[in-house]
């Protein structure tokens, strides 16, 4: 169907077009909504909702850290894209990474700095997940973990 003017929202969710029940866009949606949530609530914090989750995921694990590679399949996360969230962490002196052993293996943990800026962003966290909750209803974080779990076998 050629767009010749008008709303172009009428075009993209007609029901004869791929947009209109496409999984692919319904979960790219449905993640920006929820960054933007997340965003709103940790802004404070200086942390974007990505950002915020490597340090929680670095905090979970302790002072050893972990290699780049294991934390960044543990986020379901292309190495590029995780190298790209990483920076400015590092940067700010949130995170340091060293070699380990083997010299083709980096190893990402959490500064004095980057737990605290953690621990000082989690009540934020804290209150954004309570927001989304009740948006959601309180069923949705077990309805998405298992969709997330299931879409691991894809």
């Given amino acids: 169907m050629p767009i010749t003017g008008g709303c172009i929202y009428i075009y993209l969710v007609a029901k004869e077009t791929p947009q209109h029940d496409c999984l692919f866009n319904a979960g790219r949606r449905l993640s920006r909504l929820l960054s933007q ?3 709103r609530q940790l802004a404070p914090s200086g942390l974007k909702a990505t950002q915020f ?6 905090a979970t694990l302790g002072p050893e850290g972990a290699s ?6 543990a986020l379901d996360l292309e190495a590029s894209t995780f190298s790209r969230n990483l920076k400015p962490l590092t940067r700010d002196g949130l995170v ?10 980096r190893h990402v943990s959490l500064t004095a700095a980057g737990r605290a800026r953690y ?9 954004a997940q309570s927001h989304v909750r009740e948006a959601l209803g309180g069923k949705a ?4 973990t298992k969709l997330v779990r299931e879409a691991r076998a894809l």
């Avoid at 780049?68 to 399949?73: D, F, P, T, V």
């Avoid at 621990?119 to 209150?127: G, I, Q, S, Y």
Wanted: aromatic share 6%; proline share 3%; hydrophobic share 55%.
């Fill in 37 to 39: 949530a997340y965003e």
């Fill in 53 to 58: 989750s490597l340090l929680a995921a670095l």
């Fill in 68 to 73: 780049i590679a294991r934390l960044a399949r």
């Fill in 96 to 105: 340091i990474l060293t070699r380990g052993e083997d010299a083709r293996v």
């Fill in 119 to 127: 621990e000082a962003a989690l009540p934020l966290w804290r209150k």
């Fill in 141 to 144: 974080l077990t309805r998405l």
